[in-house]
């Protein structure tokens, strides 16, 4: 099993919350506090999607998890201050990475075993 199908998924939640961190100190050369908000919500985004589990036949697991998070993180976004055309810029890119995490197979090493319990 390759280190890519093993991890696919996390990597993509990372990857997404670096995007994130690089949107938010570019589009207006500082991290608000806002902006904080949001960057908090993509790295719990990324350690939930790395450590959820990964059972056969509930492949819906890290997916739910990262969209819960992109709608826990427009939340509060939207009830701090409002939205600003920065924070639209993250909000864009976790949602991105969560269709990333949909997307993007990854197997855990049970599952690939055709003796795995369950089978």
Known sequence: MSFVSKYGRTLVAVATFLTAWATAAWTDGHIGA??????????????I???????????????????????????VANL???ISTYEWAQLVVLVLG??????????????????????
Do not use: C, M
């Not at 904080?36 to 990324?46: C, P, R």
């Not at 990964?54 to 492949?59: E, L, R, S, T």
């Open 34 to 47: 806002d902006e904080w908000q949001l960057l908090v919500a993509a790295g719990a985004n990324a350690l």
């Open 98 to 119: 969560t269709l990333g995490v949909v997307i993007t197979p990854s197997r855990s090493a049970p599952e690939l075993s055709p003796t795995a319990p369950g089978r």
């Open 80 to 82: 701090s201050n409002g």
């Open 49 to 75: 999607v790395y450590v959820a589990p990964h059972y056969p036949g509930a492949h819906w697991i890290k997916p739910a998890a990262s969209a819960i998070l992109t709608a826990a993180a427009f939340l």
